[in-house]
Structures are given as C-alpha cells and as structure tokens.
Antibody, heavy 112, light 112 residues
Framework: QVKLLQSGAALVKPGASVKMSCKAS????????VSWVKQSHGKSLEWIGEIYPNSGATNFNEKFKGKATLTVDKSTSTAYMELSRLTSEDSAIYYC?????WGQGVMVTVSS | DVVLTQTPVSLLISLGGQASISCRSS???????????LHWYLQKPGQSPQLLIYQVSNRFSGIPDRFSGSGSGTDFTLKISRVEPEDLGVYYCLQRTHNPWTFGGGTKLELK
C-alpha cells in the first residue's frame, strides 16, 4: 500500500536550517505531485508548496517562498523540504502528502 | 487567498447521531476546467489528516457511506450519519482550485 515515511523530529537553533525527508513507496513516485503542509501547535493547516518528482517543477504558497526549498531524489523515491532562517514561528509539525496519503509528520522545534 | 470558513467550530454529537459541517468559500471553487476541487479530511487525535471526500462528493477508498459531501460554488457540506467513536477528531475542508491551496479552520467533533 502507499506509504510516505518522514524523517524524525528536529530541534534546531534560531537562524539555522533544517532539511526533512519523505520517502514514498507503494506507488510510482514520479507520477504524482508531493505537497508539504504546516500545522502549528493546535492550529489549522497551511499549504507550503508542491513538487512534481518527474520534472522537479514546483509551486509555492507566496508566504513560504524564500523559506522553503523543495527537492526530490528520484533514485530513492524521496522528497525533501529544507526550511531556512528558522524562527520560533517555524516550530510546527510538517507533513508531506500526495493528496490522498499523508506522512506521519515531522515535529520541528526552534529553540536556543 | 481563498478563505474557507467552517462552521460550527465544535460539534457535540451522541453516538448514532448525525453531524453536519459547513464550509463556505470567499470565492467560487469551480475551476476553469469545470471541476470543483473541494475536499474533506479528518484528523484524529495524534494522527495525520486522512482523506474522506474528494471533489465535493466522492468518497475516498475505504470510507463508509455514512460520510457524504455535497454543495457547489461557494457553499459545501459534509454530513456524517450514525456517528461512531472512530469518527471523532477535527474535520477540515481544503480547496485546491486556487493557488495557494487553503484549508478551513477545522471543526472538532466530540461526543455528547
């Protein structure tokens, strides 16, 4: 069955960057867009952007341009998201999703 | 950005009862291709969101027919009949018609 397995929780310092992964299995990775979604503590969901693994094409929520970088490694069916210049506002759970299936989420905590 | 307003914010329902959740959009969700990309998700406590309904009224694989979606244009409804314990959690509507995708604020379904 379809699985999206995300990397583990991260504790990072303000101003630093963090890169998380989302390994897909159970379907043809290159055929479907992978999106990333942010969920701040106890709050609703925000779409960050999406990447098409076959071509590397991306679409972003303007709010996250310059904050998030999306890449893929087709050889391992893995999508990556890097968040830069982290502040406390970036502390949240980040999900990858194919739209129908979701990863388990990565909790990012930004603290000195 | 498209604003999705979900009501009510919380819902107290007895087991076996019926729940109705509204999702109203700040603009029409009919895409230029004629499709309406309004979806419903359930996020159970401590879990990732799961897809229930896609494109207004189509149940995703494995979703029981107790769940039904309806609506058009800017006004959409999710109905849950014969509520069961596993239905509890937060329900979100999501629009993918306009960039950026946006989610409703969520409706928490709890037992009375």
């Amino acid at each position: 069955q379809v699985k999206l397995l995300q990397s583990g929780a991260a504790l990072v310092k303000p101003g630093a960057s963090v890169k998380m992964s989302c390994k897909a299995s159970g379907y043809t990775f290159t055929d479907y867009w992978v999106s990333w979604v942010k969920q701040s503590h106890g709050k609703s969901l925000e779409w960050i952007g999406e990447i098409y693994p076959n071509s590397g094409a991306t679409n972003f929520n303007e709010k996250f341009k310059g904050k998030a970088t999306l890449t893929v490694d087709k050889s391992t069916s893995t999508a990556y998201m890097e968040l830069s210049r982290l502040t406390s506002e970036d502390s949240a759970i980040y999900y990858c999703t194919s739209g129908t299936d979701w990863g388990q989420g990565v909790m990012v905590t930004v603290s000195s | 950005d498209v604003v999705l307003t979900q009501t009510p914010v919380s819902l107290l329902i007895s087991l076996g009862g019926q729940a109705s959740i509204s999702c109203r959009s700040s603009q029409s969700l009919v895409h230029s291709n004629g499709n309406t990309y309004l979806h419903w998700y359930l996020q159970k406590p401590g879990q990732s969101p799961q897809l229930l309904i896609y494109q207004v009224s189509n149940r995703f694989s494995g979703i029981p027919d107790r769940f039904s979606g309806s609506g058009s244009g800017t006004d959409f409804t999710l109905k849950i009949s014969r509520v069961e314990p596993e239905d509890l959690g937060v329900y979100y509507c999501l629009q993918r018609t306009h960039n950026p995708w946006t989610f409703g604020g969520g409706t928490k379904l709890e037992l009375k």
